[in-house]
């Protein structure tokens, strides 16, 4: 429960109601009443507002979907003491545990019920050990199969231990750092450093540097911000502190001349530190966070920029994405660094969804919002008829999609619309949707829903056979990962990169957030392959068209160039790409490319 010190923030609302829909499922509650929690939880996390800042107006509160005089007396209770009776009640009632086994997937709250009852199950660690002795396996449809990939989804969470997704870290960085540039005068140069810098998919806590010519009142100001919940240290250059969301941060002010220095130093990574320092090293330099001091006579030179740094050491500028001492050093002294893709290259979005199926905004507010973003054209890909969850469509309202996509395309001025689906690829590898219904699409996404436990050799060949109808042109989420939440699935990646050079199909690079699928690793290892990407969204709501800086960012980690991704294209060369044969689109990249 967040504490009654501090606002709280729709996020800390939209987890109440989401936990006491768990637990009222786990107790068996109606699920008319379960369902009212849990679209409540959902409403808030979409509001385009602070509900702490509506919780007095009882007008207001009513005007909100789904918000009935339970839930409006419950989120004005929340507001004024940050707790909630009824909350604190129920949780009192049920076995300890509850929620947080509820976490792993695989583990419904009824299932977690029964654990807790039957088996004593009380966090995620008894929840291991009971899964490793096979008493796990004694819980009605429980099987060895669901209990083993249960313990796979858990020990995925438990890897990433305390560290938060950089879609968590990144949106709180620039929170702070606008508040602390409205807070106090005269800094210069904020800006963060360290694995946030380097793009990394989760972050341990956040490294910030600034110049200032009053170290001591930035200090003040950095330490009495309004969403500081504990001052861990404080010094008249460095101050550690942790935030109402629970990220910690450390602020150091750096003076001018050796800001260059200090930001390559705290970036980062250890490894590619080191390196630099061995290379300074044998040019008779001692490399350190100041500047670089000559061994033979002590005098430190200064640099006013991390490039002037790369140069003094015989190297051109390495991008912070790529700092890993993963062969960047080597590739830099070879002049073999690639240019890697931004988000400015990017030219349309081939991935979103709309009220059709399971997004949040009608077909016009999304095409707003991404020309907004800066797109030239965006693919409306709803789901397929198989995502029932999501409202998939049927072949009929399949057709009736695509006619509204291009009466509203006909209209538009800023952005160019194209037809599509985001379609399940079915256990044996068939397509939802028979051929004669796909070839009327612009752009075809293939994704796995379901069946997420095949084998390795039966996954792979559900991809592949997907991957060879002429109809699909882009495998989404390939890998199916949530970060720390759901493990991705198992596959042979290498084998399913080459099907898809020989296919002509694309692999997409996920930018959601919760997702970032595929992830450098695999990209890298992709584009070694001679794999062309798509960058999309998956957005749902208008806000996530700028989520592309996320997929571009571990684009960039996978040492992506801008020339791999087909969504740089211009819209008129996209067209083009399009109307080729599948089996020639590789080839028309490398001529257009070639021509550019």
Not at 1 to 27: C, E, H, W
Not at 170 to 199: D, F
Not at 264 to 276: A, D, M, Q, W
Not at 508 to 531: F, Y
Request: proline share 3%.
């Amino acid at each position: 429960m967040p504490s009654a010190s501090r606002k709280l923030q729709n996020g800390d609302y939209a987890q109440v109601f989401s936990d006491i829909a768990t637990l009222l499922q786990a107790r068996g509650d109606s699920v008319f009443k379960t369902r009212a929690y849990s679209r409540a939880a959902d409403t808030i996390g979409n509001l385009q507002f602070e509900l702490s800042d509506a919780a007095a107006d009882d007008k207001r509160l009513r005007e909100i979907p789904g918000f009935g005089d339970a839930i409006v007396t419950k989120v004005q209770e929340l507001a004024e003491t940050g707790e909630l009776q009824f909350f604190e009640k129920l949780k009192a009632e049920m076995p300890p545990g509850i929620l947080e086994i509820t976490q792993v997937p695989g583990v419904g709250p009824k299932t977690a019920m029964r654990a807790a009852e039957e088996l004593g199950i009380d966090s995620r660690e008894a929840l291991q050990r009971s899964i490793e002795s096979g008493e796990f396996e004694t819980l009605p449809r429980i099987s060895n199969k669901v209990a083993q990939n249960i313990l796979r989804h858990l020990k995925t969470r438990i890897s990433q231990g305390e560290r938060i997704p950089i879609g968590t870290a990144l949106p709180e960085a620039e929170r702070v750092m606008e508040a602390l540039q409205s807070a106090v005068k005269g800094i210069r140069n904020l800006t963060c450093a360290g694995s946030l810098r380097r793009h990394r998919e989760t972050i341990g806590d956040i490294d910030m540097l600034c110049c200032a010519d009053d170290p001591e009142a930035v200090m003040e100001a950095f330490t009495s911000l309004p969403m500081v919940r504990d001052v861990m240290s404080k010094g008249a250059t460095k101050s550690m502190v942790v935030m109402d969301s629970g990220l910690q941060f450390d602020l150091r002010v750096i003076p001018d001349d050796a800001f260059a220095a200090t930001l390559l130093y705290f970036t980062g990574s250890k490894e590619h530190g080191i390196r630099l320092r061995d290379r300074a090293n044998r040019r008779g330099l001692s490399l350190n966070e100041y500047g670089a001091k000559s061994i033979e006579t002590d005098e430190l030179e200064v640099f006013a920029c991390e490039e002037e740094i790369y140069q003094r050491l015989d190297l051109p500028y390495i991008p912070p994405e790529i700092r890993e001492d993963s062969g960047e050093i080597d590739a830099a002294e070879r002049d073999e660094l690639p240019e890697l893709v931004t988000v400015e290259d990017i030219r349309g979005d081939l991935h979103s969804h709309t009220d059709w199926t399971d997004g949040r905004f009608t077909m016009e507010e999304m095409a707003d919002a991404a020309s907004k973003a800066g797109f030239e054209y965006l693919a409306v890909t709803d789901h397929s008829q198989s995502a029932t969850v999501a409202g998939g469509l049927s072949v009929d309202r399949l057709a009736e999609h695509n006619e509204a996509v291009r009466a509203l395309d006909k209209k538009l001025k800023k952005i160019h619309l194209l037809t599509g689906t985001e379609m399940d690829i079915l256990a044996d590898g068939s397509m939802d949707y028979p051929d004669d219904a796909l070839a009327e699409l612009d752009v075809v996404l293939g994704s796995i829903h379901s069946s997420m436990d095949q084998d390795s050799k039966t996954m792979t060949a559900r991809i592949i056979a997907a991957m060879e109808n002429e109809n699909l042109d882009i495998i989404a989420h390939l890998t199916t990962r949530l970060i720390g939440k759901r493990a991705p699935v198992d596959l042979e990646f290498d084998t399913i990169c080459k099907a898809a050079v020989e296919t002509g199909t694309l692999l997409e690079i996920n930018a959601s957030t919760q997702r970032l699928d595929l992830k450098d690793t695999h990209i890298r290892r992709a584009m070694e392959l001679g794999v062309l990407f798509s960058i999309g969204t998956d957005s749902h709501r208008v806000h996530q068209f700028a989520e592309v800086r996320y997929g571009v960012g571990m684009a960039r980690r996978g040492w992506c160039t801008a020339d791999r991704v087909v969504n740089t294209l211009p819209y008129t060369a996209f067209l083009k790409f399009l109307s080729t044969p599948k089996s020639e689109r590789y080839a028309f990249i490398e001529n257009y490319d070639q021509r550019s």
